[in-house]
């Protein structure tokens, strides 16, 4: 009984002491976050000053659909205003200084100054510097210029309309620091796509940009400055690549009703209803496996279903026509030759009104 008692104050022990470090941690990281915002905010300049910021976008490297991803090259260029940065022309020698990012990091650490930082807040994977230079006028005025391929996510992708969609691209440079430092400020004139972007896929237009306020990396408001712009799809690849081999494997359907042998209408059917599944096997490759229904999964659909109607209708003709009631046969057939096209025509104006005009999600 003593040595169960001695065990059980022990446990009871072991407990307390793991509950009073639990309580120290906590009281600890509390004391520490609490210095961290007093250190923010007695770093913090007497009033932020604004950083103008601008992207140029010289090539699309690529567009990940399955992804939600495109890859850029391009440029980044931020200006401020810095009085500690300024200095005398005469003892310098000309009117401006320039820097590498390493020299120029060095030099206002060890004088001090604090200066715009930011990070691109949708990069994935690691962001590629093709090269990267500070200049500094006498005047106080500093230029940052940076040439970068960046791979960025696009969640705002949506297929809903495929291939009659318009996609969201976007690039988002979030400060490091609080808005009590810094502001970004699109620079007026100098964002823009370039001319030869490298991608036939798609048309880009729409350019725009904006600038907000986040909440950051040290848990206060952030300015954050975005780059985007819209793009729409070239419809001749899609024309001649999925609609026209669909309106072919259509009519192909469509014209065994005017054959008046059965048998061959089965064999024409089934053949084309094989087409079909392999078509569909081929472009299904094309898309990332969404969670809604698209436009273009409705017309598949639809092809798929009157394809195997088409099969359905033939062999009851065809069994109609061996047991002696051909005549009846005949005369359904005389309907369901033009019910066929009608039907299929109103399903697919329904579905674009549904989907490409109303964009409703399935």
């Known amino acids: ?103 120029f990091a060095k030099y206002v650490d060890e004088q001090g100054i604090t200066v715009p930082d930011f990070f691109f807040q949708n990069q994935q994977g690691r962001r590629f510097t093709h090269d990267s230079k500070i200049s500094v006028f006498n005047n106080g005025h500093a230029i940052y210029l940076e040439r970068f391929t960046a791979t960025l996510q696009a969640p705002e992708f949506d297929f809903v309309q495929y291939p009659f969609d318009t996609q969201i691209f976007f690039l988002h ?75 072919i494997i259509i009519l192909v ?18 053949a084309n209803l094989l087409v079909f599944v392999a078509f569909n096997f081929t472009i299904s490759n094309d898309l990332p496996r969404l969670g809604y229904i698209t436009f273009i999964d409705t017309i598949m659909f639809a092809t798929f279903l009157f394809a195997g109607l088409v099969v359905l209708v033939n062999v009851i003709y065809r069994r109609m026509e061996a047991h002696g009631r051909e005549v009846k046969a005949r005369h359904l057939d005389n309907y369901t030759i033009w019910i066929y096209p009608i039907t299929l025509t109103v399903l697919v104006i329904s579905s674009w009104v549904w989907f490409v005009v109303e964009k409703i999600h399935v």
């Not at 359907?253 to 089934?270: G, P, Q």
Request: glycine letters at 6%; hydrophobic letters at 40%.
């Open 173 to 247: 440079v979030q400060g490091g620091m609080p808005i009590d430092f810094f502001k970004f400020k699109p620079l007026e004139g100098y964002s823009q796509l370039g001319n030869q972007l490298g991608e036939e896929e798609w048309e880009f237009d729409n350019v725009w940009t904006t600038t907000d306020e986040v909440t950051g990396i040290t848990g206060k408001p952030t300015s954050r400055f975005s780059f985007g712009f819209n793009a729409n799809r070239h419809l001749n690849y899609y024309f001649l690549r999925i609609f026209m081999p669909l309106i």
């Open 253 to 270: 359907s469509w014209f065994t009703f005017f054959l008046n042998d059965y048998s061959k209408r089965v064999d024409m059917a089934v």
């Open 1 to 103: 009984m003593q040595i169960e008692n001695i065990k059980i104050t022990g446990l009871w022990q072991a407990l307390l002491l793991l509950l009073l470090l639990l309580c120290w941690n906590s009281f600890s990281f509390a004391q520490s976050e609490s210095r961290f915002h007093s250190s923010l905010q007695a770093a913090a300049p007497g009033a932020s000053y604004i950083a103008e910021i601008g992207v140029q976008i010289d090539q699309i490297v690529k567009i990940d659909q399955k992804s939600e991803n495109f890859q850029v090259v391009g440029n980044l260029r931020i200006e401020w205003d810095e009085p500690k940065l300024a200095f005398a022309v005469a003892e310098h020698g000309r009117d401006y200084k320039l820097f590498t990012s390493q020299s």
